[in-house]
Nanobody, 125 residues
């Protein structure tokens, strides 16, 4: 059974930083793509970072320059480093894996095969 377990969320002040982790079990994702997606209260899912198996990364303008996605295939783990956090970044953060990384852009949420349960990030003073 494939499981994704996010961790690292919490309460942080505006301007602060957090690093999220996504530990993957039951699947070796070395040849797959991974992304982080978030959902703020009352809003739709928002794709915020993606990484291909070769390490190429993509971000939307809303987080570009502040967030960094990375992967450690030996540890079967994906990370999201978040800097200069803003109250608007408050959301439930999910990681997701797409087994076949070809053909579709990373922001196609309907193409992801496995999702975690999410970790809450709250940015507030």
């Amino acid at each position: 059974e494939v499981q994704l377990l996010e961790s690292g969320g919490g309460l942080v002040q505006p301007g602060g930083s957090l690093e999220l982790s996504c530990a993957i079990s039951g699947f070796t994702f070395g040849r797959s793509a991974a992304s982080w997606i978030r959902q703020a209260p009352g809003k739709e899912l928002e794709w915020i970072a993606g990484i291909y198996s070769d390490g190429t990364t993509y971000y939307p303008d809303t987080v570009k320059g502040r967030f960094t996605i990375s992967r450690d295939d030996a540890k079967n783990t994906v990370y999201l480093r978040m800097n200069i956090l803003e109250p608007e970044d408050t959301a439930l953060y999910y990681c997701a894996i797409r087994v076949d990384e070809r053909f579709h852009l990373l922001d196609r949420l309907d193409k992801y095969d496995y999702w975690g349960q999410g970790t809450q990030v709250t940015v507030s003073s």
